[in-house]
């Protein structure tokens, strides 16, 4: 499984894994692929500072990146204060409806309110940029479109690789011209933000578009080593994967209580890989979620329609953390893809790799037998 | 590329073309895969009787297929003249008032209607079933689920496997409970009836659901050696692929002048991987067909809710004969899948088929290179 991309970024498998969880991000890295630590979650740049550091001592040395969410059309100014005032008085009742229905008590006097969007504004996306880039970080990568031309020019100063997520081979297109290194080609059956396509039709054209003038990473439906070996079949140089990552062992953001799984986990468990719904209800752009009473509430007729990115995120916003604490495996808001079908047990990310790695190499070894 | 089941089926290639065109079909089998006839066109018994003749002598006696659609739960009894009874004048006039809008012009005086849904009732599925069998068929496959019981041990008493489509695991092992030798396991991206979950998840899931007790065939995205290398990886045993050969030199259906592509044919040739759309316009249940002004229509706010099958089916099936004769590329008709996008010249099927060999090779050496 030995790529000219895995090579150049001196990992062992071209196995890029990303996630919310610096102790996840560690152990990809640690096991031989390249953890991308998700950043948005870090309204405090000084938040992520501390936390890269951890990582710079925690992963051996090997490398590891980030992502940062750019959104390229989203107010450069403003704090949560202002853009609240967008936010319609019908949107607030219907959650605020919607959460008595389910049973999800209201926050606790004493718990800091989560900000939600402020990692998705430009200034402080570019915290995380500056804050990101005094660490050994081997790659930028951005959820969200093209990253802005000056900060793709501020990571090829320090020697830093940019990826980028694209739905078509339109965007992948874009993204190269942009000075794009890698695309991750997101096809329709990933969990977050994603298109229309899928990844069997997606994949081959994108790889087609960029040529020689990027690398493409598969993105969506990758749980198995023979998914590895079907992507890097259909031309891809590697795989991103982030599903997976949220059953493993180390995974411990979320509510939960001590060696056992978060409600959000025991929902993931259970689920099928019909158990998904693309919807806007997270971010206001499509994206894919675990189907839960929640995603159901605002498929209902009294549902309002949801509101346009960032300010459907700072909407839900207080609704996800009080979820969260709810701990309800029947009332889960969490991104995931198709895939989440065959996550049904909570494993070390070093198991996780290991059936990588031994899948791939079954899957060759029978294409080869079939010769 | 050979597996067992092309060596069972004594073929070449384990490519399992669909479509509904005999020359194409036949050339699919000359070129080393099986081609599987589409007869739900054949309203009339014999009409289907005498193309099968003509396959039998064009064949070069290498092995073919049919494909008959046999729903579980459509009128096992009543002519098309008494479920027109069924169609509220609304839909009529819908549609109507879209074709006028779209240019398509009515029907002339002489023109036999096209009855449409007559392929779809037990009668005549039945009846199909009963001439294919006294020709020497290889496959009978349904696109429509499990075929009854009754059929399966018609098909097995003639020593012929059976085929269904399962767009999930679960319909899957429901197939093989029923007797069904092969599951076609449709991804999200599939043109035609097809489910919600993509090849890329789908596949394995089937794959292992059914375990031993069937072979496997992967459709939906499949365009391309590099596809069908994927979906052997995937564990597939073989191939199903429709699409493609929509735009096939031996393709003839449908209004065309001599030595040119039909308008059908010049749509899809221009077409994107972004211009399918999933809908129940076609048939009543969810499809994927080509978006055109045709399928904008039907997305318009003034627009019905398409009928259960098989009531859509009549209630379009005129409406496809009248934008079949208008001859307008933009106003098409067509389940196409998000392949689409990679169709871009008409070829001759064993070019087609050359490249999947061709492209399967590579895709396997660069594998082999990767290790």
Chains 1, 2 share one sequence.
């Not at 718990?111 to 200034?123: I, K, P």
């Not at 000075?179 to 990933?190: C, K, P, R, S």
């Not at 069997?200 to 990473?217: H, K, N, T, W, Y």
Request: hydrophobic share 45%; aromatic share 4%; net charge negative.
């Amino acid at each position: 499984m030995r790529t000219d991309l895995s090579k150049k970024f001196g990992i062992e498998y071209p196995i890029f894994g990303f996630t919310p969880s610096e102790h996840v991000a560690a152990a990809i890295s640690r096991a031989g692929g390249l953890g991308v630590l998700g950043c948005v979650r870090f309204n405090d740049a000084e938040d992520l500072d501390a936390v890269l550091t951890w990582m710079d001592e925690n992963t051996d040395g090997k490398p590891y990146g980030v992502d940062i969410v750019m959104p390229a059309k989203v107010p450069t100014e403003g704090a949560s204060v202002d853009l609240n005032e967008l936010i319609p008085a019908e949107h607030r009742a219907f959650i605020d409806r919607t959460l008595e229905q389910l049973g999800v008590p209201p926050l606790g006097d004493d718990a800091a309110r989560n900000e939600g969007v402020l990692g998705w504004l430009h200034s402080v996306a570019r915290s995380h940029v500056d804050v990101a880039l005094r660490h050994p970080i081997a790659l930028i990568a951005n959820a969200l479109g093209s990253p802005p031309n000056d900060v793709v020019v501020q990571a090829h100063e320090h020697d830093v690789p940019v990826a980028a997520l694209a739905g078509t081979a339109e965007h992948a297109r874009r993204h190269v011209e942009n000075g794009v290194d890698i695309v991750i080609a997101q096809g329709y059956e990933a969990g977050g933000h994603t298109g229309e396509i899928a990844s069997m039709v997606l994949l081959p054209e994108i790889v087609d578009a960029v040529g020689e003038r990027a690398s493409v990473l598969a993105a969506g439906g990758i749980g198995s080593g023979r998914q590895v070996a079907a992507a890097l079949a259909l031309g891809a140089h590697g795989v991103w994967m982030g599903s997976t990552w949220l059953t493993a062992a180390e995974y411990r953001l979320g509510a939960r209580h001590e060696g056992k799984p978060s409600a959000m986990q025991e929902a993931l468990l259970t689920a099928t890989s019909s158990d998904t719904v693309r919807t806007r209800i997270y971010s206001g752009k499509p994206a894919r979620l675990l189907r839960t009473k929640w995603t159901d509430a605002w498929d209902k007729p009294d549902a309002p329609n949801p509101l346009p990115m960032p300010l459907q995120n700072i909407l839900v916003s207080e609704a996800h953390q009080r979820i969260n604490e709810a701990e309800n495996p029947e009332v889960v808001a969490m991104p995931v893809g198709q895939i989440v079908g065959r996550m049904n047990q909570i494993l070390p990310v070093a198991d996780i790799v290991a059936e990588l790695v031994a899948g791939y190499e079954s899957a060759v070894d029978r294409l080869v037998e079939l010769r």
